[in-house]
């Protein structure tokens, strides 16, 4: 057990390491490779935004909402309390995804768009669909929708799952 605690632990703190160091990195504006290198010197605005961060993450706030922003197969996109973050392994969704024909996909339950929006971003014939019970998460993907330009190939319904939806998929 104790060598089970002690490995837990370790984690843990390799865990929080990783946290300071992104946010830190984003106080900056730089990338975590350069606070790890100590190749930074971040002035008193960052340092500032820095403690307030790591107090919110102390609380057990997500780095992703602290931050803004997610790494999403090709595409990075803006994450807050509207939506929840997307899962690592959500990603495998879009991974398996050959399909070498114009279509349409439907996303149903959207949140922030990632996987409609990975989607149109490796799929350029596809036609995308993504649909979303909450108006706020559905603001945010638009919103990350138009920051990649993919607002033009990606239509936003606000339905219960399949309620609005007309179409084949």
């Not at 595409?75 to 973050?85: G, H, K, S, T």
């Not at 990603?91 to 996303?107: T, W």
């Not at 920051?147 to 219960?160: M, N, P, Q």
């Amino acid at each position: 057990d104790d060598v089970d605690d002690r490995r837990d632990d370790r984690h843990e703190d390799q865990a929080d390491d990783h946290d300071a160091e992104v946010l830190l990195a984003t106080a900056a504006g730089t990338t975590r490779s350069y606070v790890v290198a100590g190749l930074i010197s971040p002035d008193q605005t960052a340092l500032d935004r820095f403690d307030q961060w790591i107090e919110r993450r102390a609380n057990r706030e997500p780095l992703q909402y602290i931050t803004g922003s997610v790494g999403f197969r090709r595409i990075e996109l803006a994450v807050d309390p509207r939506a929840l973050i997307p899962r690592p392994e959500t990603e495998l969704l879009v991974a398996v995804a050959r399909i070498d024909r114009p279509c349409g996909i439907l996303d149903v339950a959207t949140g922030s768009g990632a996987v409609a929006l990975a989607l149109a971003d490796e799929l350029p014939d596809a036609t995308i669909t993504a649909t979303d019970i909450s108006a706020d998460a559905l603001e945010l993907a638009r919103e990350n929708a138009l920051t990649l330009g993919a607002a033009e190939r990606v239509t936003l319904i606000e339905s219960d799952l399949l309620d609005s939806v007309d179409g084949v998929f």
